[in-house]
């Protein structure tokens, strides 16, 4: 599906129909691409990496001499365990092909008809593409802001000496979460400043500001990810830290109470023993001589605990 | 509302009396400058971006054409806990707008009116925007100043020996009090940056000297907030420390009491068996025997736990 | 065994046919290099440097003026205990030569033939060594989603809570091999950036495009390989906290079942003893009012944990 | 107090003397600065500076149009708890002026006076500014050696297993006085950057390697600090597995007397048990055959020990 | 003792024979030096930084307006532990002079007489230079590939679960070797860096890329020395989880020991009481009822166990 945008319109056109003097976009399937690749003067190692599967690293674009190629995993930070979305896209002069490798929904459909809509009263090429990455960055503050509700909560809760499994678990997946996206964002701003460099010449100078504006909003949400992760390492210490704190004191009221018990336990087994001759066991006053003698150990040991502010 | 510096005077005007030849500035509501933005020439997606409610990490500036858009949340160094106010701008040649988003007390009001009053004399652009920005670095110096102070005090507790569970707590909040000035700090460098960068330029060369005095003096506070996060550190270092120190003396001490005292219950648990047929039981010496034997096996034990430096 | 590329065809020829108008490349044993190196022009330093044995470190290019002299210890990302195969190469003007240094397999052999194959077209020195180079990034994005695969097993198991001995070893194992990659992939980098200077003028400027390709795909591998690494370390950290928490809840079972069974213990001691005036002993409900006792006891205590929340 | 260094002599000259075809240099408290700043043409805001309290985090110089104006807070490295005196300095064409702000012991009156003194001979501005600010670093490589020589001393102790608290608290203070002075040394390169730069002109070109050399001095104290700070890291790390290691050390024989004796204090409980009908009690080898029995027991757990390496 | 390199002959010259029209290198003693800097125009600061005692931490080079002079403590990577031999050189225009500071068994001397002898074919300043330096590079790959050896050997003993004391010693040590070597070739790269600077033009441009050359090598090893020192944290990490993991594990078997006798000897205890009226102490199978109830007792409690997976 080619369109042209000529006189502030929109046309769907054939491949046929294509005048590289008007602003031509188009949105490709994967077989569409291998059926006109040819006639759009692209390469046929960039179409093969189009359609290779072990592609799942490669957020990047690569610059040849007549045309550049890029292809996207495109993170949704919404929803970050989904299977993710993937496009490709050609840049050649006043042509910008977009193709679609994995599109559940249907969803990056909308997201390019929305982009080309929006620019068309005065369209160039690098506003039509600047259109499509910049939808790529749309929701995240709002995600952001999101996570970061969600870690103050974590806060609360860890703040408020509880530290449950889940706490672990979920600060796991907040932690692969903010590194995915981080890595996002960056791979994102590496095309930027690829678009901006303009090594082959595809764009108008004067229109690079564009490439900039993109480049600049993936630099702040690439930052503002990177202090939520901050935050989330702060968390962490203050987990650990409560952690060895209470079993600080899980280990010192364990050893007083060895420390009460073991000489009561002593002194009791000491008379229970069957020597013939033990002079306290037939004394009038020993049961009261061994209550006051537990009493005794009882108060020294307290009273030397307080001394070491145990 | 409207003023214009003319001849050293400060006069509030109309819109309509708005005469880009004197520098103009202005203090709207977000209602007034949706009023008039198109009157001024401003764009309709930065109007927009000041009213959204997820802007909650945006401290930037976006360089347009025309006009440049800024966008700040104050984070107040003295009271970090409140809800941040947040103010909008707009530069455009001889004319800078501040737009009210988020203001609690008319402070920023009043920051602004101190600001124009402050460089009347000899009024540019240039010194009114550096004017207002510089308010917001106005206390910082003091507020570190203090934080340091207490991150000494609480060292004095750490290195005293006492660990309670508030310190725990306190440290996390500095970290992330420091952590949310440190990113502030980092933003209005950005910011400064963009201003001395003049890409559109609406500043006069010879007066991006005022936006570089402050970029360094915000990159001086993002130094020393860093400074104060690195003591953070040290002491969070140190308390674990001495959290490592007292549980393993808690353990000797508790391991201790029980090498000493498992021999003796077994001893006693020994002679308080009833078989017939044990010959101590009967033995005139029988007791003074038992006596001599805890002795010399307690006597034993502190030896080795001597010999053994335990 | 040399080879020249002339009118898009490869002809194998013989040390005198050399001619350095055509493209003449080279693929040499040790033992073949140190017989030819005084016909080429190559440094007897840069020869004696292929042939020492402490060269485990060493992945990098010396550019000298005549020539440049390489060496490469490969990594075989799909097999990485294996022990490296390792090539030395030689650049001069038209003259590119691999040097065979440990090659099991003879693996490099082909790889070296495929790559001149492919650009045999329009073959260009330039092209020839990024066919060469190129081949030791092939099967990088595929080994990286598979150490991906094998993390992502590893968390599902700790998440679950499971840490057996086994996870320490595969997690050590895991960061050993991802920073081995790392670090080739940094000095590809540096090779590639070599090549891309171009300080001999050995190269054309406009084909120095080539080497920045090859450099910015090491420089994607080396990134994800970064990734993976973060990956591992809040693997490490996730296993770390679920090792503290298991251990915390060890100490607090234990010291809950001490805490409970230790005064029952003192109190069957207690009436073990064989005073010979103990009243309890004597009394009718004596037996009952000891159960009674070990009752409340425990009742006691059982509130005193419920009531802390233990 | 003024001075005017002409004809390689330096006088002692009032402020009407004051003459810019010479070096001036000049030594003032703050009051003099009150009196005289607007004589010599500084600006308010600059004096107000040096007034302030709040200035403890501030180590670093402004650069104005017509003078440049620095405060320094002056870190004594073999002496770092003692109060910090501080300076500022005006630099104009051919006018150096150090304020004395805080300065016990008058001390830096002296250092003042042997930097003018010291360039006598062909005395420039940068000459005389470079005296001044090298003194700041003169017992730096002293002050390292010493520090480095504590380490070492505690290095010693830990490597012998001992660890005391006290060893906490002194790595603690290193720790400190080390990124205390690491953050002076990093001030000091930003002020000599500050001057290389030399915006607003002061210095001849020719003479701002002084300035450079001091840049250098500076970083390098920084890198050896740096090393320092690295070497503590390692030195805590080390205390650490040695805490570790001794509380695991301290648990295992914990663990061994523990199962050594439950067994043998529940045998000998069990024969204290006042049952009618106990065959064993009644043997005429019962006690030997306890005695065997806690024999074999016990040989049983240590054999078990020994296979298991505990 | 001067050498002067004319027509690819060295011949060893008096100070009055020195003529700078020959490339002239001389290797004085302290002595020498002072007795003859001022005829070979030295100046006097350099000559006293070469013979305080406090320039341990010294490895750098001073550029002067008409000589460079640098210090190097050198670092024996075979043998890092005796004390550090340490030269001092001047390079003026055509002359090179190292100073031999400290130099157990005159080592060198004969590295300075082999660097003068490798290039007296062509001889010139800076090749001179280079091979002196290049001296101090030489064993590093081979000290590297031991050190890599030493620290897989420890891996091994590690991933088997041994942990001795030892090893922690070795892991402070090694890591305290490698970061004074990585510190070592850092100050060697700034050295080179600086002579390809050529600030004071004492060198040809054409030849600086013998620096360069020196500058990459130290690089080089630089970077490897840090990807060992990568390999010792990872080693630390295993070692502490192994630590933790084996903590872990005694407490366990503690506490399971501890569950399984706790009760028992409660119930022993229990039957040992000597109140007058307890029936089960009469009953014809009291002792069968109490042999049951024990191993119904460890037998729930072995199940619990077993159920929760402890
Ligand atoms: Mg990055
Ligand atoms: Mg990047
Ligand atoms: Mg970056
Ligand atoms: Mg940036
Ligand atoms: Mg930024
Ligand atoms: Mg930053
Ligand atoms: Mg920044
Ligand atoms: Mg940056
Ligand atoms: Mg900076
Ligand atoms: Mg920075
Ligand atoms: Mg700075
Ligand atoms: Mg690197
Ligand atoms: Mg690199
Ligand atoms: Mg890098
Ligand atoms: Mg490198
Ligand atoms: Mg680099
Ligand atoms: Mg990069
Ligand atoms: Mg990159
Ligand atoms: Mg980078
Ligand atoms: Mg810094
Ligand atoms: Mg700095
Ligand atoms: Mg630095
Ligand atoms: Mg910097
Ligand atoms: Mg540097
Ligand atoms: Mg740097
Ligand atoms: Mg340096
Ligand atoms: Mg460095
Ligand atoms: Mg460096
Ligand atoms: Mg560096
Ligand atoms: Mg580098
Ligand atoms: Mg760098």
Not at 103 to 110: A, G, T, V
Not at 214 to 228: A, G, P, V
Not at 230 to 259: G, Q, S
Request: proline content about 1%; some cysteine; glycine content about 4%.
């Amino acid at each position: 599906m080619f369109y042209s945008i000529h006189n502030k319109e929109i046309r769907e056109i054939s491949l046929e129909q294509l005048d590289f003097h008007d602003i031509c976009v188009g949105y490709l399937t994967l077989d569409e691409l291998k059926s006109c690749y040819q006639d759009l003067g692209l390469s046929e190692v960039a179409v093969k990496d189009c359609m290779t599967d072990f592609t799942h690293f490669r957020t990047s674009m690569d610059v040849y001499d007549e045309f550049s190629f890029g292809m996207i995993n495109i993170v949704d930070i919404l929803n970050l365990s989904t299977r993710r979305n993937r496009i490709g896209f050609f840049i050649k002069k006043n042509l910008f092909v977009v193709v679609k490798i994995i599109d559940k929904e249907d969803s990056i459909r909308q997201m390019f008809l929305d982009a080309i809509g929006r620019f068309r009263q005065n369209a160039t090429m690098e506003k039509v593409i600047y259109g499509v990455l910049e939808r790529l960055l749309s929701s995240g503050n709002r995600g952001l802001v999101m996570t970061e509700r969600q870690i103050i909560a974590m806060e609360r809760e860890v703040v408020n000496g509880k530290v449950d499994p889940e706490l672990n678990t979920e600060i796991f997946d907040l932690r692969n979460r903010l590194s995915t996206l981080k890595n996002y964002y960056e791979q994102l701003i590496d095309i930027g400043e690829s678009l901006q460099e303009n090594e082959n010449d595809l764009f108008e100078e004067e229109d690079l500001r564009y490439f900039k504006i993109f480049t600049d909003k993936s630099e702040r949400l690439s930052n503002n990810t990177q202090l939520l992760c901050d935050n989330l390492i702060h968390l962490r210490e203050a987990m650990d830290a409560t952690l060895n704190y209470n079993l600080n004191n899980t280990m010192k009221l364990f050893t007083m109470v060895t420390i009460i018990f073991q000489p009561l336990t002593l002194i009791v087994g000491w008379y229970g023993m069957n020597f013939k001759y033990m002079p306290e066991l037939g004394w009038k006053f020993g049961y009261l001589y061994v209550i006051v003698l537990s009493i005794v150990v009882v108060g020294v040991i307290l009273y030397w605990f307080k001394k070491r502010k145990f």
